[in-house]
């Protein structure tokens, strides 16, 4: 462990979930939590050892069962990453990790599995930025079953929306982009990637602090055309998108963002264990560990 790291490091909210523990108990199970998000993306494989580390510290916390979930699912395992995330569910109530849950299905090769489950929910009760996370892996579901058609209609939600740029918009577009190019209308999927590429750089400038906007229509020029007017968006590209409400509880980026960015070009059919959370230790088991090498073997 490294020296530099503190337990206050952990979100508020996390740390507010070890309470439950004895003071030196949760210091160590922070600590590995914090050093599970460092690594996460530089290297996944320690960043799992870590999560396993607090797993065998605390097994009954929902936070610790979801980075193990998380890492597993980094490392490709993905049988582990349905079995924290279904005792996740159990515990925390939410369904907050049901887009990786349906992609983990998929990544096992089921990707039946992976629809059933995703269509188990009510969407209107998913947070927005959730609802656009399933219906991107639904979309890849479709897509596994040579249906690329209905992946298509399964990105057609309300947040489609060409004219303004939230968290989940870049993966949005990306997706539609992507499906079109496979229904042989590239010109259409690249238009989509392009807003894709400007989304991301206008989200981008507004974390940096470059906008004090909220909402602004995303403007597209058309480099066909010598004086380069602005073109309708709505005139070159015709997807069955419903206009989006605005969403206040999700950041987005305003008009002046987009405009000067313009040119910058996851099944639960599994029974689930319910003797989990009933037989580990939480303070000495590993959770799923012996699972785990029954999944791989």
């Known amino acids: 462990m490294p020296d530099d790291v ?10 507010g979930e070890l309470k439950t523990l004895s003071k030196e108990n949760a210091d160590w199970v922070a600590k590995h939590l914090v050093m599970a998000g460092r690594l996460i993306d530089e290297d996944p494989e320690e960043a799992h050892k870590h999560a396993l580390s607090a797993g065998r510290r605390a097994g009954r916390i929902s936070v610790v069962r ?15 990453t349905l079995r924290e995330l279904r005792t996740y569910r159990r515990i925390s109530g939410r369904d907050d990790q049901l887009p990786l849950m349906v992609d983990s299905e998929r990544g096992l090769g089921r990707p039946e599995r992976a629809l059933e489950l995703g269509r188990s929910v009510d969407v209107s009760t998913l947070d927005v930025p959730v609802r656009v996370s399933l219906a991107i892996a639904m979309s890849g ?22 004219t303004k740029a939230f968290s989940y918009s870049p993966a949005l577009f990306a997706a539609y982009g992507t ?4 229904l042989g209308r590239p010109d259409e999927g690249e238009k989509w990637l392009e807003l894709a590429d400007r989304a991301e750089d206008a989200l981008a400038a507004l974390e940096n602090g470059g906008a004090d906007g909220e909402t602004v229509e995303i403007v597209e020029e058309d480099i066909d055309f010598v004086d380069e007017r602005p073109v309708d968006l709505d005139e070159t590209i015709e997807p069955d998108a419903r206009p ?3 969403d206040d509880t999700v950041p987005h980026a305003g008009a ?15 029974d689930e264990d319910s003797h989990d959370d009933e037989t580990a230790d ?12 029954d999944q791989r073997a």
């Open 282 to 293: 939480p303070e000495t088991t590993p959770p799923g560990t012996d699972d785990v090498d």
């Open 256 to 270: 002046d963002d987009l405009a000067d960015h313009g040119d910058a070009a996851d099944r639960e059919h599994d």
């Open 179 to 182: 499906v079109l190019e496979d």
């Open 6 to 15: 503190e337990p206050r490091d952990l979100d508020k909210v996390a740390r």
């Open 141 to 162: 579901a479709r897509l596994d079953l040579g249906q690329p058609q209905a992946a298509l209609g399964e990105l057609e939600i309300p947040q489609l929306d060409r």
């Open 66 to 80: 979801e980075t193990i979930a998380i890492t597993a699912y980094q490392v490709g395992d993905y049988a582990l």
């Open 244 to 246: 989006v409400e605005s």
